[in-house]
């Protein structure tokens, strides 16, 4: 039997090879971040990363606040116009719709439609105290108006009372300003289509008492429309028993396409169908252009404080280049470099778009009085009424579209920072350290 001998290098433990640290470890955090915190001798490339994160900051809050406001100006005129006409007009050819009220019965029994109402639309020259405008009357009935509450709801008092009879009408305040005159007062309205005479076509011209004014925040609207009593309407243009057309709203303006068909089975072949889309097609595709166009371009800011991470975490690895070579030797994975300095970089890029996020909410839900705040300051009137349709500034935040420009502020920043942080992970130890 033999005996075996087990030699003392034998029950020596085989050494394994040094693992590197887990990924992201808190002495990664704590390197990064001191590369972040310059010393003066290297205060440029903190200038560089303090530009790029007011870059990113100034960009993101662009963004955010550009993009209400288009979303808040598209939504305020949308609901001024819908408000104010029907999301669907019925029009009778010729101008001229008979047997409105049967249609307008059979209409209401489509469903989704909310309300039917007839009207009479005419051009006039309205006139008082030597000047005249040009305005829009429209004919409706005492309980249509009250139904159109985007008006009914800013009238002036007492003015639904006074709104009957043959001799009362209801107009914009802004053209009563332009008119000088006010409730109680007398308005001429003269329509170029009038009498007929012997000798042609006479403009009517008739005198009507104010019986309030309106006040919708649309200047357009505001400066040009008078509410007129449906039977004075229809007598007033010469229409006999007939109207304009019909005007319907429907539960879902935005899916307006899908109840045409049944309105239009409804009234057979007394008129035409025109949707709110088909009327302010060109408006409403103006705003869509525009708003892409906005949003593409300062799209570039972000771009460009991206590009200014990239030359700044570059300009870090040329200047560390020292230090990067004794971490390596000391036993540096080239993974914990590049996590180094992908931490220094994304650090900027997520703090920028945190900055510029916080900025851009409370500017668009503070955006009217700073406006005012601007206005008084400077002495002009900022986003002029007259121009901009609105009599103030509008903002309505999206949140999907503040997400997708947050997610697309980390994207950016976090792909400006690989590059950088590869060149570092392959830097040679050897070749750092020659000339040191």
Known sequence: ????????????????????????????????????????????????????LLGIALGVATLIIVMAVMNGFRHELLSRILGLSGHVVVQGYGGE????????????????????????????????????????????RKTDLEKLTTVSKTLSPGALARFEGGDNVIIGWRLAQQLGIGPGMQITLIAPRGNVT???????????????????????????????????????????DGVSGLEAMVAQPDNVTRYTPDIAQAIGNKGRILTWQDVNSSLFGALQVERNVMFLILTMIILVAALNIVSGLIMLVKDKGGDIAILRTMGATRGAVMRVFLIAGASIGITGTILGFAIGVLFCNNIEAIRQFLSSLTGTQLFNPEIYFLSKMPAEI???????????????????????????????????LRYE
């Not at 992201?24 to 915190?37: C, H, K, N």
């Open 1 to 52: 039997m033999s005996v075996q001998t087990i030699s003392p290098q034998a029950n020596a433990r085989v050494p394994t090879p040094p693992r590197g640290t887990r990924p992201f470890a808190p002495f990664e955090w704590m390197i990064a971040l001191r590369y972040l915190r310059a010393k003066r001798k290297e205060s440029f490339v903190s200038v560089i990363s303090g530009f790029s």
């Open 97 to 140: 719709l008979m047997d409105f009220d049967a249609i307008a019965e059979r209409v209401r029994k489509v469903p989704g439609v909310t309300r039917v109402a007839p009207v009479v639309d005419g051009q006039v020259m309205a006139t008082a105290s030597n000047v005249s405008r040009g305005a829009l009357v429209r004919g409706l």
């Open 198 to 240: 012997p000798f042609g076509t006479t403009p009517r011209v008739k005198s009507y008492t104010i019986a309030g004014t309106f006040n919708i925040g649309m200047s357009e609207y505001d400066s040009s429309f008078i509410f007129m009593p449906l039977e004075e309407a229809q007598l007033y243009f010469n229409l006999g």
């Open 398 to 432: 999206n949140t999907g579209e503040v997400a997708a420009v947050v997610v697309m502020s980390l994207s950016l920043s976090l792909l400006a920072t690989l590059y950088p942080s590869w060149r570092a992970a392959k830097l040679d130890p050897v070749e750092a």
